[in-house]
């Protein structure tokens, strides 16, 4: 089974603030962007999450999709610098431009969206989550067993392309189990994303195994 990456089994601190992002307006003439986005490399080898994701599933979504996000968003920057200097946490909130997404939010998103995908996940696991966050978890669903049984039910219900989280919503203070349609995340609302579940077309080769098996 493949567990929660050690890094998420504590709560993030909820008194965290998205950043003060300058006017959109451009008060420079455009200028070359000579750095771009990078493809991370998953924090395990391709074969670490065998059986629930095969090397060839993963070679295949990372190596191909993962990487035609990447270089998407970045011939999308090449055309201007208007976004130049973000992190990707705030080009996926500038670029959903408060529900009306820019051209670049689809790539910037999915190239986050897979980023965090990999990172919440690690190889050899199956232990229940700890400390303030299995804490939390119990407060807000009643049980594991019964936040397991809502987060497959999420996936397994997902109409059309998408994802499902499990988020702590930071206004409430509570955590809980989102399906978002396409590229969209957390983020946008200013939640914080705990795990996640890649439901696009691509996924559907392991869907069945994979989320039977991951939580």
Do not use: C
Request: net charge negative.
């Amino acid at each position: 089974m493949v567990s929660l990456s050690p890094s998420l089994t504590h709560l993030p601190v909820t008194e965290w603030k998205s950043p003060k992002l300058p006017d959109w307006k451009r008060q420079t003439p455009p200028r070359k962007v000579v750095a771009y986005y990078g493809l991370k490399t998953p924090p395990y080898k391709l074969d670490a999450l065998e059986p629930y994701m095969s090397k060839r599933t993963l070679e295949m979504h990372w190596g191909e999709h993962h990487r035609g996000y990447v270089d998407g968003l970045n011939k999308q920057l090449e055309k201007s610098d208007l976004l130049y200097g973000y992190t990707m946490d705030e080009l996926v909130k500038v670029t959903y431009n408060n529900g009306n997404p820019l051209p670049e939010f689809n790539n910037a998103a999915q190239v986050w969206n897979h980023d965090f995908f990999w990172e919440s996940m690690q190889p050899g696991g199956g232990d229940m989550p700890r400390f303030g966050l299995l804490d939390q978890i119990e407060k807000d669903f009643g049980s594991f067993s019964n936040f397991r049984e809502n987060f497959i039910e999420a996936a397994l219900t997902l109409f059309g392309s998408g994802w499902v989280w499990l988020a702590l919503k930071r206004e409430e203070r509570r955590l809980e189990v989102m399906k978002t349609s396409n590229a969209i995340n957390p983020l946008v609302w200013d939640d914080i994303p705990i795990i996640s579940l890649d439901m696009w077309e691509v996924s559907l080769v392991y869907l069945f195994l994979f989320v039977a098996n991951w939580l």
